[in-house]
């Protein structure tokens, strides 16, 4: 069982950055993929960013990828989420997941296994 919180939402202009961070529980944390995922009022859910179990490669969707960048550290089990030049079509809840079943991470919703309870991102124009 992995447990997951993510933290450092909050209200920004456009333009501004934030980290968010995610951490986990469980002794397996290192061998799974990770992934971030965001939902606006009135939207379903959408991919932002995967990374495999070793950091070594990442995933972005088109709409962050240059702006946003995922890292993480096993050896904490932190999976960080560095947004910077945030659009106010960014602000949503952002989600952290966990994937068991697929190390190098995974742009679909459906592969992961454990969620967090979200955090609220807020940009305002």
């Known amino acids: 069982q992995v447990q997951l919180v993510e933290s450092g939402g909050g209200l920004v202009q456009a333009g501004g950055s934030l980290r968010l961070s995610c951490a986990a529980s469980g002794r397996t944390f290192s061998s799974y993929g990770m992934g971030w995922f965001r939902q606006a009022p009135g939207k379903e859910r959408e991919f932002v960013a995967a990374?495999?179990?070793?950091?070594?490669?990442?995933y972005y969707a088109d709409s962050v990828k240059d702006r946003f960048t995922i890292s993480r550290d096993n050896a904490k089990k932190t999976v960080y989420l560095q947004m910077n030049s945030l659009k106010p079509e960014d602000t949503a809840v952002y989600y952290c997941a966990a994937d068991r079943g697929t190390p190098y991470g995974s742009a679909r919703a459906l592969d992961y296994d454990y969620w967090g309870q979200g955090t609220q991102v807020t940009v305002s124009s």
């Open positions: 990374v495999s179990w070793s950091g070594g490669s990442t």
